[in-house]
């Protein structure tokens, strides 16, 4: 349960807000790669942190995150020619570089006045880095900027890494906080069918292992244990499995909008999400999975795009066939008979309960418990970054993108055993950091 | 005409308004019985009186009407399973009954923690009733609240009644008001052709007798006479008839929102309208349709269910085929030669023009003339209710629910005879009681 | 560049505010003659400088402008009845002359009573007159109000003139900057394709004179120059044409809200366009086009119908086809290798870049340069003529009607020939003013 003013706090990112600040001093994925899929094609207009602003990839393939609106005569760019290295406003074809130098006024003849015109003028322009399938920009400012944080998935060959995206239609907040909450997965995902077909046909989607979906099933009240590190949180929850076995589910929280899936196990495929505010009653969620030790199957890409687990079945805009205008489709016969929901797709019944929240969950009127233990940590370490911004602190975590090469995933251990020690068993550090490739190569 | 505070004071009926606490103090239809049909059926949404609400029909037949988010995490239970005695959220699978009892609290592991913990939480949960074909709530204090109020129709066997709803897409007040004013028959509700074939055919379905809309058509200046009772109003519309004649029209209103029709002659069907806001610029009409001395027709009812008199055309969700985004259909050939509108329906008429006055009509540019007396002893009576419950005095009307067994409807009588003596002939009562059943059963 | 209180008092024209002051000196367009094609049809909304109102043609075919509402009880008179001499509303019959007289009180008994009420109660109407095709109301105190501006096409027989009206998304004042703003014309406008076939099949929409065009093309820099007049403004602007000739494009402005188009030469079709606004986020276009010296085609008025310069192609309701809602219809493909936009239309390309720059363009961040001066001198002219309006100074251009008899064009002169010259050269006179018909027939 929160105060009014930190719910207030967690849930605004607009310019000028405190959050919004602690947003600002890390890369933010702003468009997939596949958004601008060639040189000198469309602009494309863009909305973060409740920030308008137009993309294009020029000519020589690199990517300009720009402001909407020519500064001439405040036209959009998005109506503007991309083209010969700059984007080119369709007003009055003042043009301009990705770097925001004015390249042409031909509105003014030629001679020394246009050129001093040219050089005063700048259309605002945003740092751009391209990796992992995904176009990152930086909102914030220039001299505290970092490399990209070394999440695992884009430093491993294209064939290793599927991405997606897809619109959520609430605040940020709570759709990251359902990411972290492990402990629904017993109710919100599950069959309720106990014939063998419906169960097995449905949970197939979910998890390779019947064994875990059925230790899910029965425990509904997992023990959480969570470690807390510089960049962000393990969040660990055990669960009764056979005999004296704990099934541990193992998540990660990335400060300030990253979560990392806890259902890897060895050898399977690892699972992220990046929620990104595109104002304070709707975010994108950009979804990355990779495998570290080989690629990615043409059957697994395709069922990662026809929505499976983190990836929703969405359409060329990247907006779920299920969403809250159509409730998600929801099926009150297969609700009574088959899934616990009656909503298709894990990532569709995630969408459904976080929207469900409201389009901003009211924090105060809640009731939380054990199971609530990663949401609670998880406010906690976001709410004091952005009391530490409102005091001109930027947050740790900006300045040690090294530390995000980490994973999550399950394990199974004995019921003594604690998370730590869980922890170096299944990735060989306590908080799932795993080497670089260069440190990694040098190993081998 | 009312002064803008005043207009204010008898619109608003949203938590913490004035006229909000008045509603608050009667029982108030939130749904047709058929809007949850089955036991463990689909929950539905309400809104009323500005407040959200879900509703499920449970496992013994009972309805709940609660609060809609789980206390919990605020997961909105629309979502839930309604299922074995109570709903249970799709979340994290916390379960309530229709009192707000929570009846598992599954992510807490077994023993007295969780048995404290699920004796510490509740759904706020509302007092219901099922009477008439419709689903009553108690939205207001529980220490003031009365039986039903003995509407006829409640007291009937079902075979005798007709329910139905219609979203009327302004202020409940405004919407009221034409209910009470039975002046605009003579104009919004008339054929203009005088051609026999047309005029017949249009206002067959308006009245079943002739004489009547021949003298509503030659009179639209009827004579008001208002007799004023604890739970409302007997308003008498007199017309000039054949020869010495008058013909009477007599509705009434019953504190706060219902309202009976002018027209039954003795043996004919009565007709009863209740405005329940949804919010400040919408509400639903629930219509009631009843006979106390037959049964009615299968020709009857499937006359309702098609669009008659206060019945309106309807679409699966209650909204009228004929509504506000489409000009109710409009007609401007018919118009011209055939009705007074051009539109199709008398509780479509009766929409466009109370839909026509605005979102909420402004009370502070009228113009009223004698035949605005009901309309303007409405607001007073509403009013004085108002101001009372802002002084903390609860309505008189709401501690009276025997008071509502009234009938109104129509009356031939000697031009110089007074409305009470009319009252007295054609119910045997000056306010129009009849006898409850067991009175009616004792007397014969 | 104006700033934020400069940019507010632009652009707001609703009831009470200082440019609406201005704007209701002036008769205003508020409908096509023929979306009132017939006595005792049917009425219509409009919606005028954010008030709004009703209008219905009479059964002697004038033209009655009035306040939305039924004074008795605030029905709309929309769904009211027009018939024999007045309007009558739907909801009690009360009927209104087009001067807001009350023709009819039927709910009041005959009677000395009746006569002083109908005597007393006015509905709201304004003056109005029909010319060239378009209903004008006057909006303004009824003792300021001139005769209507003596704008040539006004004056002209029917066949002469054709006139449409198109809906624009976005603040007036933008709208009509990016009419008198000619510069635009060398970007906005252009083919890019050198491929004769291309360019002459693009062009020919845009132009009958292939050499204006390649002078467009490669002159982007025109030279301004301002006359200032009583009522407007003379916006010529000179490119490189052959030789030592320039080629001169000359546009008129005039008070508050009207734009006369640069190209014709003589013998060619004159255009104008008047942008009313309808609230301050959208607005209706008035275009018309007139040819002094014959009648136009049956060819011409069908291309003009189909959407052709500033005329747009629209829908019934005068919605152009190609709007905000569809992006224009913007196809990437052409705009790469066709036209600077890939918008198919003057018209719509006009459109897309002025909604483009917002609902309210933000002026306080602009880089204007010399081809932007007829936009500021007809941004300091409007200032001033509403900061004379805020000293209760009317407006000097609203009566002097007779001096809105001016035409714009396109002329050809050796390059060192001032704009007077050229004026009077194509003109006859230093500010396009062309004698009336009836000093033209004394002259004859």
Request: glycine fraction near 8%; aromatic fraction near 8%.
């Amino acid at each position: 349960m929160l105060s009014e003013a930190d719910n207030v706090l967690l849930t605004r990112t607009g310019p000028g807000t405190t959050m919004g600040g602690v947003f600002r001093h890390f890369w933010q994925p702003v468009a997939l790669s596949s958004e601008l899929p060639e040189p000198d094609g469309a602009p494309v207009r863009l909305r973060v942190l409740g920030e308008e602003l137009r993309a294009f990839r020029t000519t020589d393939g690199s990517i300009g995150v720009v402001a909407p609106r020519c500064p001439h005569r405040g036209a959009d760019l998005f109506f503007g020619r991309n083209e010969a290295g700059g984007i080119t406003c369709a007003y009055h074809g003042w043009k301009f570089a990705i770097d925001g130098r004015c390249l042409a006024m031909p509105t003014m003849e030629p001679g020394p006045a246009r050129e001093k015109a040219e050089q005063d003028v700048r259309l605002r322009a945003f740092p751009v880095r391209e990796a992992g399938g995904l176009v990152w920009a930086w909102l914030g400012p220039r001299d505290s900027m970092p490399t990209l944080p070394d999440l695992e998935f884009l430093t491993l060959p294209a064939g290793h890494v599927f991405v997606s995206k897809k619109l959520q239609q609430c605040n940020w907040a709570q759709a990251c906080e359902g990411g972290l909450d492990t402990a629904h997965f017993s109710f919100l995902h599950m069959a309720v069918s106990d014939a063998p077909d419906v169960a097995d046909r449905l949970m197939a989607k979910v998890s390779s292992d019947s064994d875990t979906v059925r230790w899910m099933r029965a425990d509904g009240a997992p023990r959480f244990t969570i470690l807390e590190h510089t960049v962000g949180l393990v969040l660990g929850a055990a669960r009764q499995a056979d005999g004296d076995d704990s099934y541990w589910r193992i998540s990660q929280f990335l400060m300030p909008n990253h979560g990392l899936a806890p259902n890897a196990f060895p050898g399977e495929n690892y699972h992220g999400q990046c929620w990104v505010p595109i104002d304070d009653v709707s975010c994108w969620i950009y979804n990355y999975t990779w495998n570290p030790e080989r690629k990615l199957t043409d059957a697994e890409r395709q069922r990662f795009r026809n929505g499976s687990g983190i990836h929703a079945e969405v359409d060329a805009d990247h907006v779920p066939l299920r969403r809250r205008e159509n409730d998600y489709l929801l099926d009150r016969r297969r609700q009574k008979f088959e899934t616990f929901t009656g909503i298709e797709g894990v990532s569709e019944q995630d969408a459904a309960i976080q929207d469900s929240q409201g389009l901003i969950a009211d924090r105060t009127a809640e009731h939380l418990g054990p199971t609530d233990m990663g949401v609670i940590r998880f406010r906690r370490m976001i709410l004091a970054a952005a009391r530490d911004m409102a005091a001109n602190k930027p947050p740790a975590a900006a300045h040690q993108p090294a530390l995000y090469r980490v994973r999550s995933g399950g394990a199974i251990a004995r019921r003594d055993v604690p998370l730590r020690d869980v922890m170096r068993a299944r990735f060989g550090h306590d908080h799932g950091l795993v080497p670089s490739p260069e440190r990694r190569d040098a190993a081998e």
